[in-house]
């Protein structure tokens, strides 16, 4: 596609619940970082991808949030036993080169989890 | 680590007025500063990036920023605001080989 795609757009958890967000990065984008949005808040850094490697998990903020990139393209940011304060916007990001910041992250519309 | 600050939580500007966004940025080296624009329910977008050269930075939809290391400054202007503008602003820092850093954001309203 022409942009990078998040689904689902918005998803309800009970608490506890596992849940899954998939990330479609542009074609052919070797970065893909995962960001963290709170209510009134910037977003916050989660993991980074070059390609299939997960460089970067400094970001994840307990052993409950899991990340994926198997074949370099597709990601899938994985919470498990989804807790109240993981209620928030998940945003994906892709670029086309390495960890770089010479270069511009293109932003999905974002996943806004809410866990009763 | 980097760290943005951006002390404004919310502006309110009468359209056809200008605009002035701050952001403070620390950071021990040269940072690469980032302007984006979120509207409501949509992804981040970029308006404008520095990461060397001419200070004074132009972007899309008529905006500017300038970079002044004396001041760890890099606010964002815009000469005559449109009620299209109304969206939250985030600043952000990143450095070569790591995460970029956001702040938290100033939200735009705009009056008619």
């Known amino acids: 596609g022409a942009g990078v795609s998040q689904s689902p757009r918005y998803k309800v958890a009970k608490r506890g619940q596992d849940v899954a967000l998939r990330c479609d990065p542009i074609s052919g984008h070797v970065s893909l970082f995962w960001y963290q949005q709170a209510l009134g808040q910037g977003p916050e850094f989660l993991t980074y991808f070059q390609n299939e490697a997960q460089l970067d998990k400094s970001g994840l903020p307990s052993d409950r949030f899991f990340a994926e990139r198997p074949e370099g393209s597709v990601s899938t940011l994985k919470i498990q036993r989804t807790q109240q304060e993981d209620s928030a916007v998940y945003l994906c990001a892709s670029s086309p080169r390495g960890r770089s910041m010479n270069t511009e992250a293109f932003f999905g519309q974002g996943t806004r989890l809410t866990v009763v | 680590a980097q760290s943005v600050t951006q002390p404004d939580i919310h502006i309110t500007v009468s359209e056809g007025a200008s605009l002035e966004l701050r952001c403070n940025y620390s950071?021990?080296?040269?940072?690469?500063l980032f302007w984006y624009v979120q509207s409501p329910g949509q992804g981040l977008q970029l308006l404008l990036k520095?990461?060397?050269?001419?200070?004074l930075v132009q972007g899309i939809k008529g905006f500017e920023a300038e970079f002044k290391r004396s001041q760890s400054s890099f606010n964002l202007r815009k000469p005559s605001v449109h009620w299209s503008d109304a969206a939250e602003y985030f600043c952000?820092?990143?450095?070569?080989?790591?995460?970029?850093?956001f702040g938290a954001g100033t939200r735009l309203t705009v009056k008619p």
């Open positions: 952000a820092v990143g450095a070569l080989n790591n995460d970029m850093r």
């Open positions: 520095y990461f060397s050269g001419d200070t």
């Open positions: 950071y021990g080296a040269t940072p690469y």
